[in-house]
């Protein structure tokens, strides 16, 4: 993927998260974050839990630039200007050209469709890369709202550990 992404939906744009962007995040640093980025940042993002995966983003992007795309990218939401939620992968297809998905949409957003027209939008847009056969994505067996949003998605729910499901989409059953 290249570094000038940007994903447009009906409602949303979906930035992948530079580097620039992922330190400030890690320092906490809300003013220069919403600088860089242009939208409002609400303060309960940063009490979500994929501020725990920053360090390691920011670091992954250090290594290796072309993971760009590849890891969180931000939800933008058009009409205010603000940021939403995130979504993204764990890194670069794998050997098998798998890659594993999550995301999340800030309490204020939730039960509106924009977790379903993100993630859906990233989908397609991911599968345009040749070296992506398959996603994987997980989903505790009592969240009825992201197992909702997986179905939609026509993923397959492949096993069940505990109280965790794991779902699968692959290229050739789009």
Same mark, same amino acid.
Not at 45 to 70: C, H, K, R, T
Not at 147 to 153: A, G, M, T
């Given at each position: ?11 949303? @744009? ?6 620039? *962007? !992922? ?9 220069? &974050?919403?600088?860089?980025?242009? &939208? ?58 798998? &890659?594993?998905?999550?995301? @999340? ?9 924009? !977790? ?6 990233? *989908? ?19 969240? &009825? ?30």
């Amino acid at each position: 993927m290249n570094r000038s992404l940007q994903i447009t939906t009906q409602r949303l @744009e979906l930035l992948p998260c530079s580097l620039e *962007v !992922a330190q400030a995040v890690v320092t906490r640093n809300k003013p220069q &974050v919403e600088r860089l980025l242009g &939208v409002q940042v609400p303060d309960d993002w940063y009490g979500s839990e994929v501020l725990d995966i920053f360090p390691m983003y920011a670091q992954m992007l250090i290594d290796d630039p072309s993971q760009l795309g590849w890891g969180v990218w931000l939800m933008i939401h058009i009409a205010d200007s603000t940021l939403i939620g995130d979504l993204g992968f764990l890194g670069k297809p794998d050997q098998t050209g798998t &890659v594993e998905m999550g995301y @999340e949409v800030l309490s204020a957003y939730r039960q509106q469709g924009f !977790a379903f027209e993100a993630v859906q939008a990233l *989908v397609d847009f991911a599968f345009t890369q040749r070296e992506l056969k398959r996603i994987i994505a997980h989903s505790p067996d009592d969240h &009825v709202a992201s197992i909702r949003i997986l179905e939609k998605l026509r993923m397959q729910q492949i096993a069940k550990d505990e109280n965790l499901l794991k779902w699968e989409l692959k290229l050739e059953s789009r």
